[in-house]
């Protein structure tokens, strides 16, 4: 069960359909034990590493009709909120229902990398990932892992390059670190010190070696 949020109001908490840059800075740092206010530590981190992700187990609609299913699905959750944010940033005086996606049985693998002159590096955070300070969660709190999340250390150009050379299943890489001729424009890059506020981001859409054409 995961959640990687996009950008929106209460109303309505949609989740990407692969982990945001966000949700796995957030990840990296609960290992890490950056606390939430530490917004210089989150921005040190933000600017030390970079990602590449492999979708393994993609999201479908859910078949009704069909039993069995290979692929993960996209499924709602409800709250009831109060004191809930309005699209001109004003407080809503009346509660609002709140309609929250999850992803299920969605598979990932990511690549970190490092960028010049890193503050957290490599060693450093595959030491937290090892043993975190506190429980990583799969972009919201009520998604912690069924698995340890760290996989291991290896040696490549590129974060694409790292993953092709992995054991997995996964057809497409969505990438920050390699372009390609298939950009994406993202709104899930952190504005630290400012709640609920994102900037944009490009990242690249590369098809392993293993996959087919269509």
């Known amino acids: 069960m995961q959640a990687w949020g996009t950008h929106t109001y209460e109303d309505f908490r949609p989740s990407n359909l692969y982990p945001t840059r966000s949700g796995l800075l957030g990840l990296l740092a609960a290992c890490l034990g950056i606390e939430r206010a530490d917004h ?32 993960g699905v996209k499924l709602p959750d409800f709250h009831t909120v109060l004191d809930a944010r309005k699209v001109d940033g004003k407080v809503n005086k009346f509660p609002v229902v709140s309609r929250r996606e999850y992803l299920f049985d969605a598979a990932f693998s990511v690549a970190v990398g490092a960028k010049p002159g890193a503050t957290f590096t490599l060693d ?25 999340v760290f996989d291991g250390e290896i040696e490549a150009a590129d974060g694409v390059a790292a993953l092709q050379e992995i054991s997995g299943s996964g057809i497409l890489t969505y990438s920050e670190c390699l372009a390609s001729d298939q950009p994406l424009r993202l709104r899930d890059v952190p504005l630290h010190g400012n709640k609920r506020q994102f900037d944009t981001r490009l990242v690249y859409l590369h098809k392993n070696k293993e996959a087919p054409c269509s």
């Open 124 to 148: 450093v955070i595959a030491a937290a990932l090892r043993r975190p300070l506190y429980t990583p969660t799969l972009g919201r709190r009520a998604c912690p892992p069924t698995r340890p």
């Open 40 to 71: 210089a530590g989150q921005a040190a981190l933000a600017a030390s590493v970079e990602f590449s992700v492999r979708v393994d187990t993609a999201i479908t609609r859910f078949d009704d009709q069909s039993s069995i299913r290979k692929t």
